[in-house]
């Protein structure tokens, strides 16, 4: 038996049967990480991209660093439009090079200042991204406290965050990622220096507080809806060191008011009436459910960096996403049929061949997607269409190879055929693969989708046509093949 | 035998009218930029009203935001743009609220896309097409001679930005999905290309026949010109399932896919190797002789 001489059939076995494996679990109902995800445009959903503030969060981390410097050094300096200029006639011994680079500052060589330092590049970049995961975490258990599981939510660029929830959507979610939730309490304050006036917007109250908060949120351990008097309230703990501050503000201040605001806003003053050792509070003031069911969720979440504007939304409809797969699966399967039916006509058993060069391609295809955790969109399955062409096309590519050495008489019409089409193959190939590759690293949405299933296909096509569609005309006369004209 | 390289004389004024024809089209008509690159609001919705009545019924939007309405060919789903303005977050949900309450329309999808964020878009995707286009370019150069590599991005350059002109005669919206069709284009285009320029350098590198060019020009395009003309039709075919059967949203960009398949098919029969030979690749193959 020639045929079980040829390695091609067992590696052919080999494919079908690692295909098989990975392309199984798709089939189970069960989650596993290597399966096919079904993008929002297929499955219907909603889709928030999320921008931070860089320009907020250069401040601040200016604010910080200046601060930083003061303290440990007794240096001071000023912020000026994005730089840290220190001050002069102060002993700067202690401000060495490495001390400045491991603040990620460089000098500024474009300023006409002395001494004026700004962040590198290198490290803004790496902070802002550091920043940018921690605020991934921020916004995903804040998505997950209103329940929504399965949702997917990545780090995009340096300061972009893509969120994306399948099915019906909670109306709360854009509520409750876009607040920073910032909160902060007030001691009440009459004196006009360090002092700031904080509104509240609905009922038009406003205290007058000491500008730089007594306490933060940062210190909220838990905080969760409450109601009291029938009146739904959020009820917050603080942790033990903003326990102590708590007992220390309002034991020292009996009397006095204080205000908690939250991102800027007033949202309630009450007053201090005896010392609160627990550590907890309540914060009432015109809440629904609703309304101190969000405050609540966001406050144990923590604060967002920044402030976070919401740049693409986009919500796809079930019967879009629906209308899409059966068309699109309808019209996959029409052009596979006439692709198929014509090659047979055209090649007879040689397009027969090709008919199982495409089942294995697409089945490798699958399997490879499956395996990577693919999310498949409807650019991607263009992209398999694409793909499905590419292969037809190394086919016929070969056969008018073989045809042509046949008619030419050259000696061994069948390996010397393949092997130069190949080489024309590879060449053809290898340019869209690397195209696709640069397209994949550099594009967005859509761009993304065609190109990662461009990629896998054009990997599996190359390998199917080497091995399968080479062991059929290995293992075929070329009497048989139906290509001598 | 149809002599292709005589041609090239012909080829070329046909180009260089494409290529005028495009830039007059797209200088007149402009790209019908969709909101991925423009910012703004858009809805797709489908509704057994005509366009006049749903324009009447967005009436009701201020006067500040432009709204486009659009019948998407042979359906009844309407594509519905309106422009980017104040605190688009809070204004969507606004029309989305009104438009929930009308039982004639039924929202199939809603999105939005700040204008800053489309400015990025658009840089983000001339880096990645012009960054595969460079890795292209690099590609042909190094498997093959460097007037290949020019004359191979010229048709591919020539192919897109026909398209190009395409989409804009049709009113066809450019966005993110049509970059893609874009690169599709350009893929399918040098594809074509290299498998004929892998004929012509094996020819030019047999002994016996090497030294007429013109000869080996032609018969590199006669003996592909199965090859192409039976990829391109299994290609077209596939792409005309696409057409009548994509979903409302993507019918375009098949389309747009087919005319880059023809022009493909054009710019690599008779442009291409045309240009090869007008770089004096001859020169290039005697001086390796001697």
Partial sequence: ?485 | MINFYSFKNKSYLVSLTLIILTIIIIFFKGLNLGIDFKGGLNFEVKSNLTTNQLNEYFNFIESDREVLIKREVGSDVFSIRIESGDNNPVFIEEIKNIIDQNPDIEILLSEYIEPTFSEELIKNSIYALASSLLVIAVYVWIRFDWQFAASGIFALLHDVFVAIGFMSLFNIEFNLTMIAALLLIAGYSINDTIVLFDRLRSLTSNEENKDNFETNVNNSIKLNLRRTILTSFTTILALLCLVFLAPVNLTEMPIVFIFGVLIGTFSSLFLVLGIVGDLNYEAVLKARDS
């Avoid at chain 1, 959507?169 to 509520?175: F, G, I, R, S, T």
């Fill in chain 1, 1 to 485: 038996m020639i045929i079980l001489k040829q390695w091609r059939l067992w590696v052919s076995l080999l494919l079908l049967i690692v295909s098989y494996i990975f392309i199984k679990p798709n089939f189970e109902s069960q989650t596993s990480d290597s399966k096919i995800n079904f993008g929002l445009d297929i499955q219907g959903g909603f889709s928030y991209l999320l921008e931070l503030n860089e320009e907020e969060y250069l401040n601040n981390l200016l604010v910080k660093t200046s601060q930083y410097i003061e303290n440990t050094y007794s240096i001071s300096s000023d912020i000026d439009n994005g730089e840290i200029v220190i001050s002069k006639n102060q002993n700067l011994d202690a401000l060495t090079n490495i001390v400045i680079q491991n603040l990620g500052l460089e000098i500024n060589e474009k300023s006409d200042k002395e001494n004026s330092y700004i962040f590198s590049k290198q490290s803004f970049n790496k902070s802002l991204s550091d920043m940018t995961l921690n605020a991934v975490e921020i916004v995903r258990s804040r998505v997950d406290f209103l329940g929504n599981k399965e949702l997917s939510i990545q780090k995009v660029g340096l300061n972009k965050i893509l969120l994306e929830i399948p099915g019906d959507l909670d109306n709360n979610v854009k509520e409750v990622i876009s607040k920073t939730a910032k909160l902060t309490l007030h001691l009440e304050k009459n004196n006009i220096v360090g002092s700031k006036t904080f509104i509240n917007e609905e009922t038009g109250e406003q205290v007058r507080v000491q500008e730089i908060p007594n306490i933060t949120g940062d210190f909220i351990q838990d905080a969760s809806l409450q109601y009291n008097q029938n009146e739904p309230v959020v009820a917050f703990s603080f942790n033990k060191e903003g326990s102590d501050l708590f007992a220390k503000m309002t034991s020292e201040n009996v009397g006095s008011r204080f205000a908690i605001v939250l991102d800027g806003s007033l949202i309630t003053a009450p007053v201090i009436r005896e010392s609160i050792t627990g550590g907890s509070g309540q914060i009432s003031g015109g809440f629904t459910n609703e309304t101190a069911n969000n405050l609540a969720i966001i406050l144990k979440s923590g604060s967002l960096p920044t402030q976070i504007k919401i740049i693409q939304e986009k919500q796809i409809g079930p019967t879009l996403g629906q209308e899409g797969v059966e068309k699109g699966v309808i019209a996959s399967i029409i052009a596979l049929i006439a692709i198929t039916l014509f090659m047979i006509i055209y090649y007879k058993i040689s397009g027969f061949f090709t008919v199982i060069t495409i089942i294995s391609c697409l089945s490798l295809l699958f399997a490879m997607m499956s395996l990577l955790n693919t999310t498949l969109t409807l650019p991607g399955v263009i992209g398999i269409v694409l793909t499905i062409g590419m292969c037809v096309d190394a086919n016929v590519l070969i056969f008018e190879r073989i045809r042509e050495n046949f008619k030419h008489n050259i000696e061994d019409p069948k390996n010397h055929g393949f092997n130069s089409a190949y080489v024309t193959i590879l060449d053809s190939n290898l340019t869209t693969l690397f195209a696709a590759i640069f397209l994949f690293a550099f594009g967005f949405g859509p761009i993304r989708g065609f190109s990662i299933s461009l990629i896998i296909g054009i990997i599996s096509s190359l390998i199917v046509t080497y091995i399968i569609l080479k062991l059929f005309i290995n293992i075929t006369s070329i009497k048989y093949l139906g290509l001598q004209r």
